[in-house]
C-alpha cells in the first residue's frame, strides 16, 4: 500500500509539472497577416526614405536580371507573436520569392518593433548563402548601424553584402561560404524536459499498476488515479494539436504580385539566419 502511495504522489507531482510547462509554453497562435508583395522592397514599418527604397530596388532588380535570383527586402511593424525564424519562412512561401525550378530567393526582415532582422534563404541557394554566413552578415555589416539606429545604413550594408555573395562564380561562393564560422546553435530545452516527463510518467505508471496488480482494499483496486491519467492525456494531447498547427507550412501562393513585380514561385524550409540589437 504504501508502494502504491508513493507512485500516486509522484503520478500526482508530474501531471502538476506537465501541466505548469505547459502553461508556459507557447500557445498556438492565430494564423500570421501578410502585407502585399508591392515591390523588391517592402517598407510597411517606414524606416526608409523613398530615394533609399529606389535605390535599393533597382540593386534588387540588377541582381534577378543578371543571376535570376530574386531578393526582397522586407520592414515589418509587427512580427504577431510569432518567432522571426517561423513568420520569415512561411512570407517566404506565401510571397512565392525566388524561381520554381530553383528555389532561387532570399529575404532579409527587418521587424524595427521586436528588435529583430532575419536573412531568410531558399532551399536553392542555400550551398552558397548558408547559414553561417548569414549570421556572419547581420552580424558585422546589418547590426552594428541598426544598433545607433541607422536602419537604412544597415539594410543597405546587408543588401550590398549579399548581392555581393551572389554574384560571385557559383564555385568561389560555395568556398567563401564555408570559410564561415558557424555560430553557436541553441539547443531546444523545454521539448527535451517534455518528453523526458513523459517517458518517466509512463514509466512510473507502469510501476504502479505492477505493483496494485491483483491486490484490493475495501473493495477497491490501488493503482493509478483514473483522474491523473486523464490529465495526462489532456495534456498530452493540447501538446499534439499546437505542435501539430505550430508545424503547419501554410502552403505557398506561388507568386503573389502587385504593382508590376511577382513571386516566381520559390519556397523556403527554415534556412539563414537571425539577430536581435
Do not use: C
Not at 36 to 41: K, P, Y
Not at 60 to 65: D, G, I, N, R
Request: aromatic residues 8%.
Amino acid at each position: 500500500m504504501t508502494r502504491a502511495r508513493s507512485a500516486g504522489t509522484l503520478l500526482s507531482a508530474l501531471v502538476v509539472a506537465l501541466a505548469a510547462l505547459f502553461a508556459f509554453a507557447p500557445m498556438a497562435l492565430a494564423d500570421p497577416t501578410f502585407p502585399a508583395l508591392s515591390g523588391r522592397v517592402v517598407d510597411e514599418a517606414r524606416v526608409l526614405m523613398p530615394a533609399t527604397e529606389e535605390a535599393i530596388t533597382a540593386k534588387l532588380a540588377a541582381l534577378e536580371a543578371e543571376t535570376g535570383d530574386q531578393f526582397v527586402v522586407v520592414t515589418l511593424d509587427s512580427l504577431q507573436d510569432y518567432e522571426i525564424e517561423d513568420y520569415g519562412y512561411r512570407l517566404g512561401r506565401h510571397w512565392g520569392i525566388g524561381q520554381s525550378e530553383n528555389d532561387s530567393g532570399v529575404l532579409l526582415i527587418v521587424a524595427p518593433n521586436e528588435r529583430k532582422v532575419r536573412i531568410e534563404v531558399g532551399y536553392g541557394l542555400e550551398p552558397i548563402l548558408t547559414d553561417a554566413l548569414s549570421n556572419q552578415i547581420i552580424q558585422n555589416e546589418i547590426l552594428p548601424p541598426f544598433r545607433e539606429g541607422g536602419y537604412a545604413r544597415g539594410i543597405e550594408a546587408g543588401v550590398d553584402a549579399v548581392v555581393a555573395q551572389l554574384k560571385l562564380d557559383p564555385e568561389e561562393a560555395r568556398a567563401r561560404a564555408a570559410e564561415a564560422a558557424p555560430s553557436e546553435a541553441e539547443a531546444p530545452i523545454l521539448p527535451g524536459i517534455i518528453i523526458a516527463l513523459i517517458f518517466v510518467f509512463f514509466f512510473l505508471a507502469l510501476l504502479g499498476g505492477i505493483g496494485s496488480r491483483g491486490r484490493k482494499r475495501g473493495g477497491r483496486r490501488r493503482g493509478i488515479d483514473p483522474v491523473l491519467i486523464w490529465g495526462a492525456s489532456e495534456i498530452l494531447s493540447s501538446a499534439a494539436r499546437s505542435s501539430s498547427r505550430s508545424g503547419n507550412s501554410w502552403g505557398s501562393s506561388g507568386g503573389s504580385s502587385f504593382g508590376g513585380f511577382s513571386g516566381g514561385g520559390g519556397s523556403f524550409g527554415g534556412g539563414g539566419a537571425s539577430g536581435g540589437w
